[in-house]
């Protein structure tokens, strides 16, 4: 997910080892896509009331094994997820500067540090909402019909986008397949007394 | 609409006519992207929700009524 690159290197190649003026050093591999920039986290204005901060400061808490009132950058996503958010993984590797994957797992930001990175993901205007989730089915409804195949979006969600393993995709088509393996996604559904697929989705914000 | 790439996968005949994945896609990628995020989100709330519920609880019945 986070681009090999080096947070800290230039982004002009600087290559250390002195290169031979006369060799014409082709690109040492296809030039990543230029960085974006990372996001201005001290830019943010964190708006919080009191009892928010309590339920936050208690997640981040629940998050910190190391006791050092820290969090490690790849429990980000997680805390602000139970905390009621859906950040996709670029979301929050773009807030994190595009970290590699070693300073996924070591670097640790304070509860402090944190509060402008969910302010900024609260603040995101493309949240998905329930009408997010119909119409992001809606593009594998090959019929225009309100249903979507459990097998083919089995399919789409393996293959596209942020990938998800075999295991979670079990747990999120749970009981959502009618007995022709269809999923209705919006409206009325057949003859059970469940949520829709998208109200599942958004049930639990 | 775009076939799929034949030769990454060799998929089985009844699976091509179920769909064309569309791999390059950026709408459909972006929409499985939401999908997933927002199921990452609910699995998430969802496994807290035992750890949380006992301290939950009190605060909720401190701060509710």
């Known amino acids: ?205 | 609409m775009d076939c799929h790439n034949q030769e990454e996968h060799s998929r089985p005949q009844e699976e091509e006519d179920i769909m064309d994945i569309p791999l390059d896609d950026p709408e459909a990628n972006r929409a499985a992207a939401k999908i997933q995020a927002g199921f990452r989100g609910h699995m998430t709330r969802k496994k807290m929700k035992p750890e949380d519920k006992a301290e939950g609880e009190e605060r909720q019945e401190d701060r509710g009524q």
Do not use: H, W
């Not at chain 1, 980000?76 to 139970?82: L, Q, V, Y």
């Not at chain 1, 998208?198 to 914000?205: G, K, Q, W, Y």
């Open chain 1, 1 to 205: 997910m986070a681009p090999k690159k080096d947070p800290r290197a230039p982004i002009k190649k600087a290559e250390p080892a002195a290169a031979p003026a006369a060799a014409p050093a082709p690109a040492p591999a296809p030039a990543p896509a230029p960085k974006a920039r990372p996001v201005d986290l001290s830019a943010v204005k964190v708006e919080f009331t009191a009892d928010q901060m309590e339920d936050y400061r208690e997640a981040f808490g629940l998050f910190d094994r190391v006791g050092d009132n820290k969090v490690a950058y790849n429990q980000i996503a997680d805390i602000m997820r139970a905390l009621g958010q859906n950040p996709t993984n670029k979301d929050v590797n773009k807030l994190l500067g595009s970290p590699s994957a070693e300073e996924m797992a070591n670097k640790r930001v304070t509860f402090e540090g944190f509060l402008p990175m969910l302010q900024t993901i609260i603040n995101s205007p493309n949240k998905a909402g329930y009408e997010d989730y119909v119409e992001g089915l809606r593009v594998f409804d090959k019929e225009g019909n309100g249903t979507v195949m459990g097998t083919e979006l089995r399919i789409v969600l393996s293959t596209l986008g942020e990938k998800l393993n075999e295991a979670e995709i079990d747990a999120l088509m749970a009981g959502q397949e009618d007995e022709n393996g269809c999923i209705n996604y919006e409206g009325e559904t057949s003859d059970r007394d469940v949520s829709t697929f998208a109200s599942c989705l958004v049930a639990c914000i």
